[in-house]
């Protein structure tokens, strides 16, 4: 059987960055990746400007002996018309741009108006108080390279460069579908013998975490022509992810269903627990994740497979999740046949960053995964690893607040 490194490299070696396409700035998403690298089409700020209301002048025109004659007032966004005479001075407001001449100025606080003259109470350096044209970038300065993932200090870069249109990678069009004969929709009533659709929700939700608003193709039963039709609803997107039907038993008709639609497969079963009957291959371009049915196979397998695969499409350099080493909290059992991976919360106690495995370990608990920050990987045959040892752990997400 494959381990995990294995097929996590087949997934990354099959599936490639969807094409870029030309957003508005209004229209691109935090997260999501450049396309390409963007230069500033203006200097910012444009011109030098002051960064406090008081007045400007030349630093070469002060003089004890002479007051400055106030000649004038700038606002922000206004302009004085013409260049400053030598001994003269003008009111001048933040962010307003400073008069042809001028280079200096001093706040009002450190400044006294006397009729029309000014008198300064301090002597300023030459340049104080002005934002030079161009500090932060000049035009046809590179500001940001292909490859970042946008978020708001990216909008506020483009927008004061000018730029209103970028290539970025799109977020992927996902379809998912859940099979068993078991299963019925939330909204419906519970028979006996069945089980509500909760992995939909559940993956709906992480796929919210990347931005993506799938495609819920409900529930096909386990019958090879209820599957093939709601597969075939699924073949328009960018990934199709499935739940259920993989295992060995008579019922698992995921995969013929599949093959009957021109399946390719790469890989079916992986070394790991929860998550082994985890299928993978692809139909044309679209890659196909057939996770199994437990929830918490389901989860384990969307985070190990799924989540880069749709990084990938999504133009991430690397998609794999950071792995950061954390404190173990408590002891956890030692390794068995099948690499495992283990839920758990990221808890900070006496500056350490602590590991918290989920108190129950059986695949299908769903209350393991709420709330969780990582996973756990333990290796084939490893020894019991005690409370305190140093452990890495795959990065979920960080916690940033009490809520979390
Ligand atoms: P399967 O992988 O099809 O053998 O399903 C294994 C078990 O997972 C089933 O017996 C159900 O209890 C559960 N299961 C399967 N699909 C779902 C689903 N969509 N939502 C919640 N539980 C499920
Ligand atoms: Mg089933």
């Known amino acids: 059987m494959l381990a995990y490194s294995e097929a996590i490299a087949k997934v990354l070696e099959t599936i490639w960055s969807l094409p870029p396409v030309e957003e508005s700035l209004q229209e691109v998403r935090c997260g999501q990746i450049l396309a390409e690298t963007v230069h500033a089409r203006y200097d910012l700020p444009p011109a030098a400007t002051s960064t406090m209301d008081g007045f400007a002048f030349a630093h070469s025109s002060l003089n004890e002996q002479t007051p400055l004659q106030i000649a004038g007032f700038v606002p922000a966004g206004g302009d004085f018309k013409r260049p400053l005479d030598v001994a003269e001075t003008v009111r001048i407001m933040t962010g307003a741009p400073l008069p042809e001449g001028c280079d200096t100025v001093v706040p009002l606080e450190k400044a006294e108006q006397q009729n029309n003259e000014l008198k300064l109470t301090t002597v300023p350096d030459l340049g104080d108080y002005v934002r030079q044209c161009g500090e932060d970038f000049r035009q046809a300065d590179q500001i940001l390279a292909a490859g970042i993932k946008f978020d708001p200090g990216a909008a506020g870069l483009l927008s ?13 069009k996902v379809a998912i579908l859940s099979t068993g004969d078991e299963l019925v929709s939330l909204d419906e009533a519970l028979p006996s013998g069945k089980i509500i659709n909760s992995n939909i929700y559940m993956l709906a939700a992480r796929l919210q975490e990347e931005g993506i608003e799938p495609l819920l ?32 038993g008579d019922r698992d008709l995921l995969r013929s269903a599949l093959e009957n639609l021109g399946f390719s497969e790469v890989f079916w079963k992986v070394a790991i627990n929860p ?3 985890v299928l993978f291959g ?4 679209l890659p196909i994740f057939g996770l199994p049915g437990n929830p918490g196979a389901t989860a384990t397998a969307f985070e190990l497979f799924v989540r880069p695969a749709l990084r990938r499409l999504a133009g991430f350099c690397n998609p794999l999740a950071l792995r950061i080493k ?6 956890v059992t030692g390794g068995k046949k099948r690499q495992r991976f283990l839920w758990g919360q990221l808890r900070v106690a006496s500056e350490n960053l602590q590991f918290h495995p989920a108190k129950r370990r059986r695949s299908g608990q769903l209350h393991d995964l709420l709330g969780a920050h990582a996973l756990l990987p333990i290796a084939i045959d ?6 305190g040892s140093e452990v890495e752990v795959i990065l979920l997400r960080l916690p940033d607040s009490q809520n979390d």
């Open 160 to 172: 004061a460069a000018g730029i209103s249109r970028l290539k970025v990678y799109p977020r992927p």
């Open 217 to 248: 193709l409900g529930i096909a039963g386990d019958c090879i022509e209820s599957l093939e039709s709601k597969l075939k609803q699924g073949l328009a997107s960018d990934l199709l992810i499935t739940t259920g039907g993989v295992s060995v």
């Open 275 to 277: 998550g082994k009957p």
């Open 282 to 285: 692809t139909i044309g371009t």
């Open 326 to 331: 954390v404190q173990l909290a408590d002891s």
């Open 382 to 387: 490893s020894p019991t690893l005690p409370a």
